[in-house]
């Protein structure tokens, strides 16, 4: 209990020292587009494979499930967007980025603790946590836009399954899917969204900036730090689903 209250003040003393004496834009600026290319980029294609045929997966299932002829069969495509918008999207692909981005993070920081190349930037006299954690930051403030991208697809995919596989009309899937839309909960997604990106990208940095060992050591912080980042957003969600969905 000890060690876990220590790790956690830990964590926010480095919070704090991120922020603490920027490095020169003109370096920064190269560093915060590698980081966008890395981790938002480079996470398109599985976020958008993994999008596309759970929501297929999820209109199909809502399909057999409506055994009752007296109920729409708009349901389905209302069923697939609240699913998607509400939990999928945000949450499920979080946890699929803490093990994906997460690892990456932890790994290649974890690798420069190793090598002794964060201790030739703080012998420069280089902020190494400014340096190496806030690109990383800035870089997922864009996470919010492959969620959008996620929330489309799985859409789409719900779209082709239920009408090419028989189960929906196309008319009744699109009126479906405008069914007693509620604007807040696409703020709702969003929001946890931002917050679970602050988490991905602070977390697996903290686990390979802290990291002590050689090269084994860095694939168990790598470990580490995906379970504690699932974790986290799994509570996170939780609270945030109850402050601001349970009224």
Known sequence: ???ALHQIGRYFLMLKEVFNKPTKWQVMRPLIYKEIDDLIIGSMGIVAFISFFIGGVVAIQTALNLTNPLIPKSLIAFATRQ???LEFSPTFISIIMAGRAGSYITSSIGTMRVTEQIDALEVMGVNSLNYLVFPKIIAFLLYPFVISISMFLGILGGWLAGVYGGFIGSEEFLQGIQ???IPFHVFYAFFKTAVFGF???TIPSFHGFYMKG???EVGKASTTSFVWCSVVIILINYIITTLLLSQ
Do not use: P, Q, T, Y
Request: cysteine-free; aromatic content about 6%.
């Open 1 to 3: 209990m000890i060690k």
């Open 83 to 85: 699913s998607v918008i």
């Open 179 to 181: 069914r007693e839309f």
């Open 199 to 201: 988490v991905l990208a």
């Open 214 to 216: 050689g090269a084994l």
